[in-house]
């Protein structure tokens, strides 16, 4: 069993930055794939990044490269993602997920656990 409890949303405004955590608990998750997911009001569940785990090896949806960037603390079992100029259409909430498989992933399918998720709501 792993839980996955991810903070840091809030309400920002447009052009402004955020770093969201997930805390995982149950097992360590230095050997595994973490994921960052989002899902706006009436949209489905978005692909945002992942990262092997060691760090070495992401991945991130074409759309929002350059703005998003994945880290992981392994010794703390932390997985984070930063998001700079923040545009109102990432007001989403913003999930983490873990993958059991070896392989960076951008299927929602492909994670085993998740998070309940973190509201970002981003003001024009």
């Known amino acids: 069993q792993v839980q996955l409890v991810e903070s840091g949303g809030g309400l920002v405004q447009a052009g402004g930055s955020l770093r969201l955590s997930c805390a995982a608990s149950?097992?360590?998750?230095?050997?595994?794939?973490m994921g960052w997911f989002r899902q706006a009001p009436g949209k489905e569940r978005e692909f945002v990044a992942a990262?092997?785990?060691?760090?070495?090896?992401?991945l991130y949806a074409d759309s929002l490269k350059g703005r998003f960037t994945i880290s992981r603390d392994n010794a703390n079992n932390m997985v984070y993602l930063q998001i700079d100029s923040l545009k109102p259409e990432d007001t989403a909430v913003y999930y983490c997920?873990?993958?059991?498989?070896?392989?960076?992933?951008?299927?929602?399918?492909?994670?085993?656990?998740w998070g309940q998720g973190t509201q970002v709501t981003v003001s024009s």
């Open positions: 997920a873990v993958r059991f498989k070896s392989g960076v992933a951008a299927r929602a399918w492909q994670y085993d656990y």
């Open positions: 149950g097992r360590a998750l230095s050997s595994y794939v």
């Open positions: 990262i092997s785990w060691s760090g070495g090896n992401t």
